[in-house]
């Protein structure tokens, strides 16, 4: 019925998804935010052996670098520069876990029925690129120039506003 190659990569797959599920499983169930965001940071490093397995490194490289690096540590310094009180959690309520477990089931169900009732076209062999770091940075520097130089426009701008703001509520 399924034919399938057991070899290291089949099993290193298994290996990123194991850790990318624990991962998300912990950031939803863990009570300290600093475990949140490491376990989050597992999921992003997980996520970057996914797209070595891929073939493509520069992505890999990017998805360590900004989400597992940068965005760990920005929000790891934020928990730490805010000033937390100590809240009561929220009492738990079973119907509300009740509902949400069968959503979660009924959600899988039908992904899992429309998966196995797709008819997928047969998957056409795709061209190798030699380096694909070289050809996104080409790609990205005479196609995409303008998305490009917007994207930083946007991200200079929300980096001075965020500074902004973290100035007017030190006052």
């Keep these: 019925m399924f034919n399938i190659d057991f070899n290291g990569e089949f099993a290193t797959f298994f290996i990123f998804s194991a850790i990318m ?3 998300a499983v912990l950031m939803v169930s863990l009570q300290k935010v600093v475990h949140m965001v490491i376990s989050m940071a597992g999921v992003f490093l997980g996520l970057a052996g996914m797209f070595v397995l891929l073939d493509a490194e520069f992505v890999a490289f990017v998805q360590v670098l900004i989400y597992a690096g940068a965005v760990s540590i920005l929000m790891i310094f934020g928990i730490m520069m805010t000033n ?4 009561k959690a929220d009492p738990v309520k ?7 477990a069968v959503a979660a ?8 029925y429309a998966i196995r009732t797709t008819d997928f076209p047969d998957a056409q062999p795709m061209k190798a690129v030699e380096d694909n770091t070289s ?33 007017k509520g030190a006052d």
């Design 135 to 167: 050809s996104i940075g080409e790609l990205l520097y005479t196609g995409y120039v303008v998305p490009f130089e917007l994207l930083s426009v946007l991200l200079t701008v929300a980096f001075i506003g965020a500074i902004a703001i973290a100035k």
């Design 21 to 23: 599920i624990i991962g």
């Design 84 to 87: 937390h009180q100590a809240a």
């Design 105 to 112: 089931l009924c959600l899988f169900g039908m992904l899992f």
């Design 94 to 100: 079973p119907l509300h876990e009740t509902l949400a």
